[in-house]
T-cell receptor
Framework: GENVEQHPSTLSVQEGDSAVIKCTYS??????FPWYKQELGKGPQLIID?????GEKKDQRIAVTLNKTAKHFSLHITETQPEDSAVYFC????????????FGTGTRLLVSP | EAGVTQFPSHSVIEKGQTVTLRCDPI?????LYWYRRVMGKEIKFLLH????????ESGMPNNRFLAERTGGTYSTLKVQPAELEDSGVYFC????????????FGQGTRLTVV
């Protein structure tokens, strides 16, 4: 079955710096890759996603890149702010019609003022 | 519009006891998913309902776990009898369409088995 590895497990940056979180997946049939942000006491919230027919997607300060050949995808956050501090999860799924997501282990991002 | 709600938010029970978690999906969402995060590891899929039918329960760890969604509205996840390794955060999510739409997560239920 699908396996998703995520690195780093923790990431500390200064406000204004960029942050990059990387994930690799094992199943070449996976074709949908969402990223979730989980703040303290809340459930995971979708922040950006990418499908396998796209190499890069950007939404304001966040972007995701996908390398299908290498089977890895990354989340890039530019101009980080303290409110970006949270746990970020990558996930992968085969979108045959249902969102059976396989998640990475999460990255705790801390943005210091 | 109310989001996905779960309760209780926290539950502490003794090994061998029974616990029932509840999830109320967003109104009109046919798809309901249960996930679990154990000991800071990855969030793992447990099962998926389409309306009241179990579409995929391949992630259910064993027969101590029973999920129901009577009437296709709210869902319950019962653990009986609970074991120490069942401790973790249980998330529920729901989505509207046949799958190609965003799944919205609830805040989770933190279960501690002592």
């Amino acid at each position: 079955g699908e396996n998703v590895e995520q690195h780093p497990s923790t990431l500390s940056v200064q406000e204004g710096d960029s942050a990059v979180i990387k994930c690799t997946y094992s199943d070449s049939a996976s074709n949908y890759f969402p990223w979730y942000k989980q703040e303290l006491g809340k459930g995971p919230q979708l922040i950006i996603d990418i499908r396998s027919n796209v190499g890069e997607k950007k939404d304001q300060r966040i972007a995701v890149t996908l390398n299908k050949t290498a089977k890895h995808f990354s989340l890039h956050i530019t101009e980080t702010q303290p409110e970006d501090s949270a746990v970020y999860f990558c996930a992968a799924s085969i979108r045959s019609g249902f969102q059976k997501l396989v998640f990475g282990t999460g990255t705790r991002l801390l943005v210091s003022p | 519009e109310a989001g996905v709600t779960q309760f209780p938010s926290h539950s502490v029970i003794e090994k061998g006891q029974t616990v029932t978690l509840r999830c109320d999906p967003i109104s009109g969402h046919d798809n309901l998913y249960w996930y679990r995060r154990v000991m800071g590891k990855e969030i793992k899929f447990l099962l998926h309902f389409v309306k009241e039918s179990k579409q995929d329960e391949s992630g259910m760890p064993n027969n101590r776990f029973l999920a129901e969604r009577t009437g296709g509205t709210y869902s319950t996840l019962k653990v009986q009898p609970a074991e120490l390794e069942d401790s973790g955060v249980y998330f529920c999510a729901s989505s509207q369409g046949p799958g190609n739409t965003e799944a919205f997560f609830g805040q989770g239920t933190r279960l501690t088995v002592v």
